[in-house]
């Protein structure tokens, strides 16, 4: 790849919602109607922590990013709340995590039938020129829907590799900001993460390149609120974009503002990908 952005960097690896498809909207409104019915139901004890759920602060700060069990589980104690546990397979309801992860679940499934997706057109062009030059590229997500998504945006050929939700349980993947999955994914595009790029709009996500060692971690501020470029450039982003068409070359193709400055870090030394367990 050419330009002074992609020196030393031979693939790169692109979260899913929020980057490739415009998804995390949906999530967040899915993750909004299941967590005020949750306060609803067992209100904090300090009234300042049963205000509704927030789809761009609480979203990014707790959600974005992780699975949904992890998710449920790290907003519901940010607001001072230990409901038990539960399961990934509890029905849809406000009793356990699981069940919350599960109703927002639900609805997520049900607003996508009904609003369908789409992949950011700056990031459409940007993959289309990133394959027209044969560099490597993977897809990945928490999510289980990650391939559905994908596919609904059309965009599922251009990528060698992906890695949902389902196949980062199946390999018991950690989740953000432990680097596994982007490991994962660099090991199966054949690339050290010392010569790949990290493409992600979560803290949790920038974080996990940085501590992969990648050669480059990419911010995406689709939001563009007060502090939100810099909280991602805080948590290990060398740079930060609203849109991927800011890395396309100069030309009539491209849109979108300047990036925000680099922040430079030192990254460390890559840890090895995790082994599959044995079946």
């Known amino acids: 790849m050419t330009g002074p952005r992609w020196r ?3 693939a790169v690896v692109l979260d899913t919602d929020g980057v490739i498809t415009d998804s995390a909207r949906i999530h967040a409104a899915a993750w909004k109607t299941a967590f005020d019915a949750c306060l609803r139901a067992h209100p904090p004890d300090d009234p300042a922590a049963r205000r ?3 789809v761009r602060d609480d979203y990014l700060r707790h959600v974005d990013g ?3 069990q992890d998710g449920a589980a790290a907003f519901l104690a940010s607001r001072g709340l230990r409901l038990p546990t539960g399961s990934p397979d509890d029905a849809p309801g406000t009793d356990t995590v699981g069940a919350v992860a599960a109703y927002k679940e639900r609805l997520f499934t049900q607003r ?6 789409d992949a950011y057109p700056g990031t459409a062009r940007l993959l289309r020129m990133l394959r027209d030059r044969a560099v490597p590229l993977a897809a990945v997500s928490a999510s289980r829907h990650a391939r559905e998504l994908i596919t609904r945006a059309g965009v599922l050929p251009c990528f060698d590799v992906l890695i949902d939700g389902a196949e980062a349980a199946r390999l018991r993947l950690p989740g953000k900001p432990e680097p ?3 490991l994962e994914a660099a090991r199966r595009l054949g690339v050290p993460p010392g010569r790949a790029a990290v493409v992600e709009d979560a803290l949790a996500g920038v974080e996990a390149g940085r501590r992969g060692g990648f050669a480059l971690v990419i911010g995406v501020d689709r939001t563009g609120g007060p502090g939100t470029g810099d909280a991602l450039l805080e948590h290990g982003a060398d740079l930060v974009v609203r849109d991927l068409a800011e890395l396309l070359p100069a030309g009539p ?7 925000v400055p680099a922040r430079p870090h030192t990254a460390p ?3 090895e990908p995790p082994v599959p367990p044995e079946d």
């Open 269 to 271: 030394a890559a840890p």
């Open 253 to 259: 193709d491209r849109s979108g503002g300047p990036a």
């Open 66 to 68: 992780r699975s949904r």
């Open 112 to 117: 996508l039938r009904e609003q369908g997706i």
């Open 52 to 54: 509704p759920f927030d």
């Open 8 to 10: 030393g960097v031979d």
């Open 180 to 182: 596994a999955l982007f």
